[in-house]
């Protein structure tokens, strides 16, 4: 059974950074992309940022664009979202995502594991 576990959330000022990670275990995390994604308050779950099984390719929602970047850490079977410049809009909660088959391509055509997620919420 695959878990992921996100942490590193929490409240910050506008203008301030937070790094979130998710433990993954279950399986080989190598072989697959992993995606952040974030829900706020009365809103869609949207998928934020993207990574391939190997780091060389990676996604961003154009609003994060130069703000945050996903990595991975296959040695500790982890996966980073550094966000740095945050908004008051970035608040959601935030979820890590894997999917259940591996692909080559850094989105897959379905997310089937979900963490738990994690609050942040960035102040004004």
């Known amino acids: 059974q695959v878990q992921l576990v996100e942490s590193g959330g929490g409240l910050v000022q506008a203008g301030g950074s937070l790094r979130l990670s998710c433990a993954a275990s279950?399986?080989?995390?190598?072989?697959?992309?992993m995606g952040w994604f974030r829900q706020a308050p009365g809103k869609e779950r949207e998928l934020v940022a993207a990574?391939?099984?190997?780091?060389?390719?990676?996604y961003y929602r154009d609003y994060v664009k130069g703000r945050f970047t996903i990595s991975r850490d296959n040695d500790k079977n982890t996966v980073y979202l550094q966000m740095n410049s945050l908004k008051p809009e970035d608040t959601a909660i935030y979820y890590c995502?894997?999917?259940?088959?591996?692909?080559?391509?850094?989105?897959?055509?379905?997310?089937?594991?979900w963490g738990q997620g994690t609050q942040v919420t960035v102040s004004s």
């Open positions: 279950g399986r080989t995390f190598s072989s697959y992309s």
């Open positions: 990574i391939n099984w190997n780091g060389g390719t990676t």
């Open positions: 995502a894997a999917p259940a088959t591996p692909i080559l391509v850094v989105i897959p055509p379905t997310w089937d594991f």
